[in-house]
Every structure is written in C-alpha cells, then in structure tokens.
C-alpha cells in the first residue's frame, strides 16, 4: 500500500488532529519506526481548506507494517 | 408543504418516530444528509427495534448511512457516544469501508465507564464484505499483548476464524470456522458464564466458562482494536461496515429478532447481504 511519508516533526504536528468535528487525522508507523499518513479521495475533499492539505504533498512511498508480536 | 431543509413532506413528520426525527436533525445538525430512503428505512428501523423490546438495551446504534462522515458518526439511539472517524475511510451509500492499515471510528463508548458492562453487553457489526482477511478486530477494545481483557468482533479474519471476544481470550473467547464475512454479526452475554456468537440470527458458537476480569478502559473502535497496551489502535481490518451497535446482552429471542430488523433495514436500502 503505497502512503505519504512524514517526518517525526510532522507526525507530532497531525497526529490526532481535527479537520472537521467528525474526522481527524491518523497517522501508523512502518516496519522501519517512519510514520505514514494514508488519504484518498474523499480524505483530500474534506481536507480542502484546512490547514493540513499540505500532507497530500507529502513524498510517497510503499507503506511495509511492522512485525506484530504473536498475538491472541 | 415542503420543508426545505430537511427535505420531508409535512405530512411524513407526524408519521416518523420521534427518536427517529431526533437521529435525522442530528444528522443535518453536522452537516450530513440523508435520502428519503434511508430516513424511511431508519424510521422503520426505530419502530421494528422498539417492537421486538430492542430499543431499550441499546447504548450506541451506527446505521451507517448518509454517505459522509457528519452523517454516519450519528448514534441513532441519542445524542450521546456521536462518533469519530480517523483520515482512511471510504463512505458510500452502501456503508463505510477502513482501509485495512489506518483506519477507525472512536465510538466514545468506554466499557469500563458502562454498568455490568462484563456481564452484560453486545457487539453487533454488518459486514458487506466476503473474502476472510487481516488478523485483527473489526471492532473492540483490549489488552493485545496478554489478551487479558479482549471485547470485540473479527469477522472474519485470513485463515477463515470469525472470533467474538468477552473477556480474557484463553476463557471468554468464542471462536467459528467461516468462509463468508458477508453477514451480520452479533456478540451478546448475559452472565459472567453465559456468552453467545451469532451469525444472521443462528448462533454459531457458545462459551459457557467463567470469567470476571474488569472491563478495558478505553473506547472501542470500529474498523479496528484499540489497543490499550499501546493506547492506541491496532490490528486494523478493511471490511465493510453497514451497521454496528453496542449495548446491553440480549436474549435469544432479541438475538433472533435483532437480525431480522437489521436485515430488513439493509434490504430496503437494497444493501443486504
């Protein structure tokens, strides 16, 4: 799956974040520590005119997820 | 008369349920909309489940409808636990579908806030989706790292196990061979040892051990676990999702009846499964 990459910086400054009142940002951590964001069509219409639409400018790369200890 | 911002005829108000007319104002109040369609379905809805003393034992109903995340973090049964949905979801007329790696709603609802929630509580999640994938919880909230509490649903997940968690999962697990996730699942328990697993109104496992481990404290999310080992989400899954509740255990006979309304709320916004 292919994601928008951030720095740490810019994952402090979106994680958790509110673009309306119904939807906020969130953003997982690759098999490498790197965090991705992930947003499709419908994420970037609602993410006109918020200050975070800068994130579907963001670099992209293959999203690999880390390797989940043995779990129930 | 018309009105022009709901879009219903005057005289359809006096014949809408009034928790039914209260979901809908909430609805326009966040900005969403709704299509006749879904309001008569809804309202038929609202009328089945108080019919078959369904009503009362809901905290949270999500009937995923309105095509927009305004509309579909509505709880149809009041104006409490309003959901959240992260960056991720797709939302369409049919339900709304995670993306598998990042995706959630926060339900608001904390089991550990909840009355008796570990003897007395339901999951119930409609998927639209058949192929069996991912490893985590369609809905849930828990401890992954001991599994020591779990309260969720998969359904279903890669290698064709459909799971319903209530407690710790080496005691309060009920687990189900499938090959369909398509269906409409329920999780209910009534007593510390007395916990059903029910797909389309046919129970499909039963767990009769006891278990009283305290609930999670932390909201459950749908589309995936939240994880309160990390306090944060995991174990995401991509399955489509046309209704969820949450709310106290049921009978067999409510179980029987639940899936019926639901079912029949699904067919005539020509959606089912």
């Given at each position: 799956?292919?994601?928008?990459?951030?720095?740490?910086?810019?994952?402090?400054?979106?994680?958790?974040?509110?673009?309306?009142?119904?939807?906020?940002?969130?953003?997982?951590?690759?098999?490498?520590?790197?965090?991705?964001?992930?947003?499709?069509?419908?994420?970037?219409?609602?993410?006109?005119?918020?200050?975070?639409?800068?994130?579907?400018?963001?670099?992209?790369?293959?999203?690999?997820?880390?390797?989940?200890?043995?779990?129930? | 008369?018309?009105?022009?911002?709901?879009?219903?005829?005057?005289?359809?108000?006096?014949?809408?349920?009034?928790?039914?007319?209260?979901?809908?104002?909430?609805?326009?109040?966040?900005?969403?909309?709704?299509?006749?369609?879904?309001?008569?379905?809804?309202?038929?809805?609202?009328?089945?489940?108080?019919?078959?003393?369904?009503?009362?034992?809901?905290?949270?109903?999500?009937?995923?409808?309105?095509?927009?995340?305004?509309?579909?973090?509505?709880?149809?049964?009041?104006?409490?636990?309003?959901?959240?949905?992260?960056?991720?979801?797709?939302?369409?007329?049919?339900?709304?579908?995670?993306?598998?790696?990042?995706?959630?709603?926060?339900?608001?609802?904390?089991p550990?806030?909840q009355t008796n929630f570990i003897t007395n509580h339901h999951?119930?999640?409609?998927?639209?989706?058949?192929?069996?994938?991912?490893?985590?919880?369609?809905?849930?909230?828990?401890?992954?790292?001991?599994?020591?509490p779990?309260f969720?649903?998969?359904?279903?997940?890669?290698?064709?196990?459909?799971?319903?968690?209530s407690g710790?999962?080496?005691?309060a697990?009920?687990?189900?061979?499938?090959?369909?996730?398509?269906?409409?699942?329920?999780?209910h328990c009534n007593a510390s040892n007395s916990r059903?697993?029910?797909?389309?109104?046919?129970?499909?496992?039963?767990?009769?051990?006891t278990d009283t481990i305290p609930a999670?404290?932390?909201?459950?999310?749908?589309?995936?676990?939240?994880?309160?080992?990390?306090?944060?989400?995991?174990?995401?899954?991509?399955?489509?999702?046309?209704?969820?509740?949450?709310?106290d255990g049921?009978?067999?006979?409510?179980?029987?009846?639940?899936?019926?309304?639901?079912?029949?709320?699904?067919?005539?916004?020509?959606?089912?499964?």
């Amino acid at each position: 799956m292919i994601g928008y990459i951030l720095t740490t910086k810019q994952y402090d400054q979106v994680q958790g974040q509110f673009i309306n009142p119904y939807q906020f940002i969130n953003c997982v951590a690759d098999i490498n520590g790197d965090y991705f964001f992930f947003g499709n069509e419908q994420d970037k219409e609602s993410f006109k005119d918020t200050e975070y639409m800068w994130l579907f400018d963001l670099p992209q790369e293959e999203y690999i997820p880390p390797i989940q200890n043995e779990k129930p | 008369m018309i009105l022009a911002s709901s879009g219903i005829v005057a005289s359809q108000i006096a014949s809408f349920d009034a928790d039914a007319l209260a979901f809908f104002a909430r609805v326009t109040a966040a900005g969403g909309s709704l299509t006749l369609s879904e309001k008569t379905a809804t309202n038929q809805l609202v009328l089945d489940l108080k019919a078959n003393s369904l009503w009362t034992p809901m905290k949270a109903i999500y009937p995923m409808v309105g095509s927009s995340a305004a509309a579909c973090a509505q709880n149809l049964k009041s104006s409490s636990f309003t959901g959240t949905f992260s960056s991720g979801w797709t939302f369409a007329s049919t339900g709304v579908t995670p993306n598998g790696t990042s995706a959630y709603m926060n339900t608001n609802i904390n089991p550990s806030l909840q009355t008796n929630f570990i003897t007395n509580h339901h999951q119930s999640f409609y998927s639209r989706t058949q192929t069996p994938s991912g490893n985590g919880w369609n809905m849930g909230v828990g401890f992954s790292t001991t599994g020591s509490p779990l309260f969720g649903l998969s359904v279903v997940r890669s290698g064709n196990s459909a799971i319903y968690d209530s407690g710790y999962y080496l005691v309060a697990r009920s687990t189900s061979t499938q090959t369909d996730g398509r269906a409409f699942w329920l999780g209910h328990c009534n007593a510390s040892n007395s916990r059903k697993f029910v797909k389309n109104g046919i129970v499909i496992a039963t767990n009769t051990a006891t278990d009283t481990i305290p609930a999670s404290n932390a909201n459950i999310s749908i589309g995936a676990l939240m994880d309160t080992a990390t306090s944060s989400p995991n174990f995401f899954m991509s399955q489509q999702c046309a209704f969820a509740s949450i709310g106290d255990g049921l009978t067999d006979a409510q179980a029987s009846n639940f899936y019926t309304n639901v079912q029949a709320f699904q067919t005539t916004l020509s959606r089912n499964v």
